[in-house]
């Protein structure tokens, strides 16, 4: 709903520039006729009894002010909130069902973890979630351009860019952030991965890996590569750290595929490693399509993609076969999985990882999927904006939307960077959020409709370029829309056509190909290390 209801808001009402001057939003919370109007600002009050043993530490480190009371090893605090927007808030779930606060002490103290303040490092990961949609990829008419990051690093100044990951494919865009040495912290790695454009920069390549539940980014080619450089930095005991993978809804569904295949990939090893740990924001349960993933990597040993675009990046992708050595070698782990052990076998990976996910009750994206770790709920009182922030519906159309744009504001990433700065990783609760089975249920269906748009977008764009042309040609045999056999240039439909985007694909490269280099390589080591 939300995808289809975007465009028809973004058309209906556009911010209008008039004159010279700047840029008028449609509302203003700060001016005279808001501040006469019914939706003026209040105080909010929160009682929570039982928390979190960091809670005090936590707010002591946020502009708010908080009341303790209690004996012993209880604590009830009271939070205000001042002049914060008078908004209706919907109603969440009473299927959710909230645990004890003891449930959630391990995943903020995880004693495997070298970092003493977890909760400082999960409040950077919301930022960093952020900063990884400002990560823009090439546009599909374009080959061979690197992926920019066009955003304010000093929104996280004890950390640093060191890569950027991008699949002209999926969409797949993430960034390695390292934190600086000598900031007062342990060394370790955030791998942001940005979420469904839907606003800004918008790219239809993420809304077709949304179809098939993130499925086609964390198997793609770049995140493959993330996950070799992950684990060499997680196996480097001297000189490397912990693993941190975040992101928000789409991204965050796609840190806990990633998390898993980089967890299992360590598994596969005898090595010692650092922690790896999976932080998301407001992202559906991935259980359910790394099942999907595995079972088909064990029938076909693919990832779900056309051979014909296999062969295609095999013979002319750069970092293919490296990329290839990893799935082959996730490949080998998951064949020794027993049948009917698939979910249990995923939980137990898991284990061995720090998996947590922040939500908001009325955020109706946490509702599909099981997750793969602890999920923490925030109160639904710290999603509403200050006297003069704009809400997400706001912006766009003018109007606060009532419910529905409150609901919205819970699962945007500005609706969380609120109240994380209101300290709501200390009050936030364990909960086994509702859920919505019918959605997995759709998967299969989803699945297909989405691979296929991916192929389509591809053909019509990377795959009908002039570079893309030079490697076909290069190539002892090539295949396109118009011939399914190419091997010489004057062949009816074996030539680029100036008049419409004629695609090709390498059918059989002039040289042997990378990947199957590379994973026989591979296939030796794993070999000799078991005889070892």
């Known amino acids: 709903m939300l995808l289809l209801l975007m465009p028809a808001q973004v058309r209906a009402q556009p911010v209008q520039v008039m004159g010279h001057g700047p840029a008028e939003l449609p509302a203003d919370r700060c001016g005279e006729p808001a501040r006469k109007s019914g939706n003026g600002s209040h105080q909010v009050t929160l009682s929570l009894p039982g928390l979190a043993p960091v809670a005090q530490d936590i707010l002591a480190h946020h502009g708010i002010r908080a009341t303790w009371s209690g004996s012993g090893q209880q604590l009830r605090l009271e939070l205000h909130l001042d002049d914060v927007q008078n908004l209706r808030l919907p109603e969440g779930s009473a299927s959710t069902l909230y645990l004890p ?3 959630g002490r391990d995943v903020m103290r995880d004693r495997r973890s070298r970092l003493p303040q977890l909760w400082s490092l999960d409040d950077a990961t919301v930022v960093a979630a952020d900063m990884a949609y400002d990560i823009r990829l090439p546009g599909t008419g374009a080959t061979g351009v690197a992926p920019v990051l066009q955003t304010d690093l000093s929104q996280l100044p004890d ?31 955030i791998y942001a991965i940005a979420g469904t454009h839907v606003f800004e920069h918008r790219d239809f390549r993420s809304w077709a890996s949304g179809l098939t539940f993130g499925r086609a980014q964390f198997t793609s080619t770049a995140a493959l590569e993330m996950i070799r450089d992950a684990a060499s930095y997680a196996r480097d005991m001297r000189g490397g750290g912990e693993v941190v993978l975040t992101g928000q809804s789409q991204g965050g569904l796609v840190a806990q595929g990633v998390g ?35 079972a088909e990597a064990r029938s076909t040993g693919g990832r779900g993609i056309s051979l014909d675009l296999e062969r295609h990046w095999a013979a002319s992708a750069a970092g293919y076969g490296d990329a290839a050595a990893v799935w082959s070698v996730l490949l080998r782990q998951w064949r020794g999985i027993r049948p009917g052990d698939e979910a249990a076998s995923i939980r137990s990976t898991a284990s061995r990882m720090r998996v947590l996910g922040y939500f908001f009750e009325i955020d109706l994206f946490a509702r599909a999927g099981t997750f793969l770790g602890m999920a923490m709920a925030f109160p639904t009182e710290l999603i509403l904006p200050g006297g003069c922030d704009l809400t997400v519906l706001e912006t766009l159309i003018g109007t606060d939307g009532g419910t529905f744009g409150v609901r919205l504001e819970s699962h945007f990433l500005k609706g969380y960077r609120r109240a994380v700065s209101r300290g709501a990783t200390a ?50 045999r090539w295949l396109t829309r118009e011939n399914r056999f190419c091997a010489e240039p004057f062949w009816p439909g074996c030539m680029p056509d100036p008049d419409e985007a004629r695609w090709c694909l390498i059918r059989d490269s002039a040289g042997p190909q990378r990947s199957q280099e590379t994973a026989a390589q591979a296939d030796r080591g794993d070999a000799t290390r078991e005889q070892n």
């Not at 997995?440 to 764009?461: N, S, V």
Request: with cysteine.
């Open 101 to 103: 606060r003891s449930s």
């Open 159 to 189: 950390y640093r860019p060191v890569k950027l990951y991008g699949d002209m494919f999926s969409g797949f865009a993430a960034v390695a952030l390292e934190r600086v040495p000598g900031s007062g912290s342990a060394p370790h790695r």
């Open 260 to 294: 898993y295949m980089l967890q299992a990939y360590l598994d596969a090893s005898p090595a010692m490693h650092h922690l790896v740990q999976v932080v998301s924001w407001g992202g559906t349960g991935a259980q359910e399509v790394i099942q999907r993933m595995i």
């Open 427 to 476: 009050v936030a609760r364990p909960a086994m959020p509702a859920k919505w089975p019918w959605v997995t249920e759709l998967l299969p269906a989803t699945e297909l409709l989405g691979m296929a748009w991916l192929k389509t977008l591809y053909l019509d764009g990377p795959a009908a370029t002039p570079e893309n042309w030079q490697r076909c040609l290069a190539a002892e």
